[in-house]
């Protein structure tokens, strides 16, 4: 019998725990990593070394594999439509990645099959900012370039027209939307195969800090069960307008009106789908590689009551290993997920899971854990 080659884009932690998801199918991955010690790169045994962006490079790496996928969404969107030209099954495709490359063509789109979002519109300079501003209820305005932004880059949040420059040095279109007065940030996360099957997971709640997801709730504590729902309806209806195959991400505000709105979508494996490794039946990575593949999905639904996920961030303390004494002694049941990669101030680095019957008891050993583990929590 021979087992499918699977040929992954990118060779960060997204790559790395896909394909740890892949092992036990007996599916045999093949990366295009940026360098060798690329998170994936450390632990995929066929790494090729290149650059995403060349053409060539891409379809020398295609040959031998049985379908594309990703762990980002920066391949460019004319060089997917050639390896689709030349034979190569990419999932999810170009037509239905862009949405994800490009935030502009994003909001087009969701507006047209009338998924609500938040007041927007393209803008050409500082004083079109101050123009969609005043259209509204003036500022602050959130500014977006319309491709590359992720983590909080990209994005800034502007209160006049001085302030509204920096966006357009970078050469890109910028995208202006209002600034949401939310309750909270919560994702909907969903799985969808070639022949249209697909699964939601539970919402999830997203702590941001710094612009970056710092803690993850599953499922969402307090939401209402039709406002989750028709989020997860929602979730499962842009994947099929959009011809989604894989793991798709839809992050979301929960407004105080009590309206959930569309903020970003991701089409691959996301932070907010982390908790799924320890605390779902299937995990999101495990639920990408069987879409891919058109397998038949997993069972996505919760093990515990609740899981918490909170991510490892780089501190002063680069030597986390250590730290493991401490944490797995005090909390049997955590779960530790370490990326290899080099610790820098403010990195993401690895995750922590928790879970449990008890929210408050979940979260406090999924915090302490993760800070123990940066430094930050001595004892």
């Known amino acids: 019998m021979t087992f499918p080659v699977v040929g992954m884009v990118g060779g960060g932690q997204l790559a790395r725990m896909t394909h740890e998801a892949g092992i036990p199918l007996g599916i045999r991955f093949k990366l295009l990593s940026d360098t060798p010690q690329d998170s994936a790169a450390q ?28 762990d980002h969404e920066h391949v460019p969107t004319e060089h997917l439509r050639a390896l689709e030209a030349d034979g190569i099954p990419v999932r999810p495709g170009p037509d239905a990645l862009v949405h994800a490359q490009d935030k502009g063509v994003m909001r087009a789109k969701l507006d047209a099959i009338g998924v609500p979002c938040p007041r927007h519109r393209i ?27 992720y983590d909080g880059k990209g994005v800034w949040v502007v209160d006049s027209v001085e302030e509204a420059a920096d966006p357009f040095k970078a050469g890109v279109p910028v995208l202006a939307e209002e600034k949401v007065d939310f309750l909270r940030e919560l994702a909907a996360n969903v799985v969808r195969s ?28 307090g939401l209402d069960q039709g406002l989750a729902l028709r989020a997860e309806e929602m979730a499962l209806n842009i994947a099929k307008e959009l011809g989604v195959v894989g ?42 590689v069987r879409a891919v593949l058109d397998l038949p999905l997993g069972d996505p639904r919760p093990r515990a009551e609740w899981t918490v996920m909170v991510n490892v961030l780089g501190g002063d303390y680069p030597d986390m290993y250590s730290a493991y004494l401490h944490c797995m ?28 019957d008890d929210l408050d008891d979940v979260l406090e050993r999924a915090r302490h854990a993760a800070g123990y583990l940066r430094g930050t929590i001595t004892e």
């Open 247 to 288: 793991h798709l991400a839809v992050e979301l505000f929960q407004t105080r009106d009590g309206r959930i709105l569309v903020n970003e979508l991701a089409m691959r494996p996301h932070n907010s789908g982390h908790w799924s490794m320890d605390g779902a039946v299937t995990s999101q990575f495990a639920n990408h």
């Open 194 to 221: 070639p022949h249209g099957q697909a699964v939601a997971y539970p919402v999830v709640e997203s702590r941001q800090v710094n612009g970056v997801c710092d803690t993850v709730i599953a499922p969402a504590p």
């Open 329 to 356: 002694a005090r909390d049997p049941q955590l779960k530790i997920h370490m990326y290899g990669k080099d610790v820098k101030p403010g990195r993401k680095v690895g995750h922590v899971n928790t879970y449990g």
């Open 43 to 70: 632990v995929v045994s066929d790494v090729v070394v290149g650059d995403y962006r060349d053409l060539e490079t891409l379809r020398a790496f295609a040959r031998g594999c049985d379908v594309i996928t990703f």
């Open 123 to 149: 803008v050409s300079d500082p004083q079109d900012v101050v123009a969609f501003a005043a259209e509204g209820d003036g500022f602050p305005v959130v500014l977006k370039t319309v491709r590359g932004g």
